[in-house]
């Protein structure tokens, strides 16, 4: 695949320009590691940057050469129609990018003039939101979906990719983010991807993360509930969550114990107290779930539950798994870090494919 990199007004002075909002890396900086990031997914990159709309226009009605886009249109974001319908004239698809959140800054920036010309927005996630761009437009070339929604809720939907032959049963994903806005389902796609070429059904859905408990909750609930809609009725049915995702599904397969068959956690958080008082990323997050009437902990179903966990996580700690291992069976991987268990090349993932290929118990 041949990715263009687009960049705006602006971002020729990253690292130097607020970098209390943008960061240290300088643009010559970011351009190597987009190229770097492109090669270990199989992708040739190629990154430019203007000051100028109309040379920005040109770049994207030159495209033809290319798979897709990847632009941070700076600024223009918020003033130019020109670019969306640039973007939208062209006949590959482009994520548009920002490195801060601008959902939390000037008023002026929560408007996007490109958003509805791209196939997805990522935004507050720094510099490493162009590296989810990249990964993002991957794994739409290999699995085709469908975004079925489950709910009333703008964030209650959910991307069904399904396998080529008939399928062995559905696969809820719910990702973790720690319940910010910035952090989507893109984050826990490539698994989806990897099920569905395995012969499952999976089903990545979003649920509403600012808003808190129990919004966020209620999805997730909403979302099983609704699984009939997606593969017919009574299909075997596993729930794979991710950090603050595993929460949700530890919480939810408890409550739906007849449908749900399996909860697998992937450096879940299971404890919220000892997340509020660790201090740590997603302590606040944490307090604030809390505050709003969410369980202290969640527990295991017995037989039902498999909880895997990096040795080396240093942003959920291991205890959060082994505090349920009279429960749950529980791995612990002493090679690996927390955003390992998103990517399934790594170790744990034989051991995730196995449990899921196993006969459920009998109700």
């Known amino acids: 695949m041949r990715v263009l990199v ?17 960061g240290d890396t300088t643009l010559a900086d970011l351009e190597t590691m987009i190229g770097r990031w492109g090669e270990d997914l199989g992708m ?18 030159q495209a033809d ?7 941070n249109p700076g600024a ?66 290999r699995a085709p979906f469908e975004t079925v929604p489950y709910g009333p809720h703008p964030d209650n939907v959910g991307d069904v990719r399904r396998p080529s032959g008939d399928p062995v049963g559905v696969v809820i994903l719910a990702h973790g983010g720690f319940w910010r806005e910035e952090y989507e389902r893109d984050i826990t796609e490539t698994l989806a991807v990897d099920l ?11 649920y509403r993360r600012r808003g808190g408990w129990p919004g966020c909750a209620h999805d997730v609930l909403t979302a099983i ?16 969550g991710h950090s603050a995702g595993g929460h949700l599904a530890l919480w939810a397969g408890a409550r739906r114990p007849g449908k749900v068959d399996l909860v697998v956690g992937l450096a ?61 069976r529980v791995e612990v991987f002493p090679n690996m870090g927390h955003f390992h268990m998103l990517d399934p090349e790594q170790e744990h993932w034989p051991s995730v494919v196995a449990e899921l290929g196993k006969k459920p118990p009998a109700s």
């Open 6 to 22: 687009l960049n705006g007004p602006n971002l020729n002075r990253l690292g130097t320009r607020e970098p209390e909002v943008y």
């Open 268 to 328: 879940s958080v299971t404890d919220l107290s000892a997340l509020a008082d660790s201090g740590a990323r997603g302590a606040g997050d944490a307090r604030r779930l809390l505050e709003a009437g969410a369980p202290a902990s969640v527990g295991a179903i017995p037989g039902q539950t498999f909880l895997l966990h990096g040795e080396g996580d240093e942003i959920v700690p291991t205890t959060h798994s082994t505090r349920l291992s009279t429960e749950a």
């Open 225 to 240: 509930d609704h699984i009939r809609a997606i593969e017919g009725p009574e299909p075997t049915l596993a729930m794979i």
């Open 76 to 141: 223009l974001t918020h003033t130019s129609r020109a670019l969306g319908d640039a973007l939208q004239s062209v006949k590959i698809p482009a994520v548009e990018v920002h490195i801060s959140n601008i959902r939390q800054r000037e008023p002026w920036r929560m408007v996007s003039l490109v958003a509805s010309s791209c196939v997805r927005t990522i935004y507050g996630r720094g510099v490493g939101g162009y590296q989810d761009a990249l990964r993002h437009i991957r794994n739409r070339a």
């Open 44 to 61: 040739e990159t190629v990154s430019r940057q203007s000051n100028h709309e109309g040379e920005l226009v040109e770049a994207i009605q």
């Open 196 to 206: 569905a070429g395995r012969g499952m059904t999976s089903w990545n859905i979003e």
């Open 65 to 71: 050469d290319y798979d897709a886009i990847v632009i």
